[in-house]
């Protein structure tokens, strides 16, 4: 068990341009992956960019059964996503809230595409694809969105829907 310390908004380690991994099936590789998974469900994440921790690699995951920070979200397998990319499917936007853990105790609504296609590969080299909507559709962007400096926060369009998660949960915003 290996959680990392999460970097916060703030630390501009978080606006810099991940590279890219060149080789596949190594010992660093796995020992990333294990600590992004320890760190996200010690936390309670919905998702993981390897950024977040620190490593300056187009690495993320995602996934879960069930998530207390997002209770009404349906499941989504355990997935380890390297050098990702994806394309919308139809062009629909839809506007959902979303947090993140280095923004802790906050969320925000952002529009994103409804469906996309996604790919990219597995630790051992492998390409996985897979066409998604909704929350997963949603959970891919803001990881992706990660990898190349941007925070869910650049995208929410008004910041009247933004604040403190406990007072929106009052207002009953969402
Ligand atoms: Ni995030």
Not at 59 to 73: A, C, D, E, L, T
Not at 152 to 158: G, N, P
Request: hydrophobic share 40%; net charge negative; proline share 6%.
């Amino acid at each position: 068990m290996t959680e990392k310390k999460l970097l916060k908004m703030g630390n501009p380690i978080l606006r810099e341009i991940a590279k890219p991994i060149k080789n596949f099936n190594t010992p660093e590789l796995y020992q990333l992956i294990e600590d992004m998974k320890d760190t996200m469900v010690a936390n309670d994440g919905a998702g993981l960019a390897a950024i977040q921790i620190g490593i300056l690699k187009r690495v993320i995951i995602f996934g879960f059964k069930q998530n207390p920070r997002y209770p009404q979200s349906p499941a989504i397998p355990l997935t380890v996503l390297i050098n990702p990319q994806y394309t919308s499917l139809d062009n629909e936007i839809e506007s959902g809230w979303e947090g993140c853990l280095s923004v802790p105790g906050m969320r925000g609504l952002v529009p994103r595409f409804k469906k996309i296609q996604y790919s990219g590969y597995d630790v051992l080299g492998k390409k996985i694809t897979r066409e998604v909507s909704d929350f997963h559709a949603r959970v891919v962007q803001h990881e992706l969105d990660h990898l190349d400096g941007l925070l869910y926060v650049d995208k929410i369009e008004d910041h009247a829907n933004f604040g403190f998660t406990q007072e929106l949960e009052l207002a009953n915003a969402y």
